[in-house]
């Protein structure tokens, strides 16, 4: 493993317990639509799905208790997420393994039915290698469905509630924070152009069949969304999406 994804892991150890089911299905991300209103997953009853960053393991449990799949797997990059996984999926049978997603280690090819990813992708290091291992893993006519933070949302800074662009959205990048959760867990991560994961999803042999930019999900139509300079709140998310999702085909 290359040093930087040796110093993301274990900041993520670090950070795993604030995971525990925040970014998970049936929600795509911080008050996003869910799953119930977008219906972007085929049916995976008795299926095989792969979960790329399965955290806290509660998209998986998902997987299986409300979409019926049978084989649940997974790749994670942090021991300590791997360990509260084992625990949310006890009983379930589930084969998780402790990898960066952007490595080869020879998990089935042409094997899964939905290949998914929530709120984890951007987080690779190298996104070409992970979108065409992704690939390999589908079956031919299998899906590929993840949610992101909308590349240019990390860009947007709200100060008293005007929202200002922050950065250069155009400076694709390895940015490092120091960080994060509030922790000294410091992370790297490589910020990407919306085009950027579109076009390389195609270069890795995708038919792209959704493109979603969020919009408050329906739990959210009634709270009140009060001035918030938050990175993620109900103030920015009503002015400009939270989240980036794609539903993707082999
Ligand atoms: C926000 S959490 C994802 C939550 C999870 N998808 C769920 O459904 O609960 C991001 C996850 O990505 C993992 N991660 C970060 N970089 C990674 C990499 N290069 N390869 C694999 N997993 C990675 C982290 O360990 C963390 O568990």
Redesign the pocket.
Known sequence: MNQL?ES??KS?DKV?HY?N?????PSYGPFTQTEDELKLLDDLQNKKVL?????????LKYMAEEKGATELWG????TE?KLAAEKTLQGLEPRLFC????QEIDLPKDYFDCVY????LG???DLKATLKLIHSYLKQGGSFVFSWDHPLYAHISSEKGVITLNGSYQQEGLHTFEKFKGENAPMTIHTRKLATYINELIQAGFIIEKVVESDEGAHFKDEDAPVSDQYYSLYKTRRFPSTLIIKARK
């Not at 089911?21 to 299905?25: F, I, M, P, R, S």
């Open positions: 994804l993301n892991r993520w795993a995971f089911g925040v970014d998970a299905l979960d790329i960053g399965f955290g806290s393991g509660h998209s790749v994670d990059l942090s997420q990898a960066p997603m952007e990813s929530i709120y984890a987080w690779t290091t």
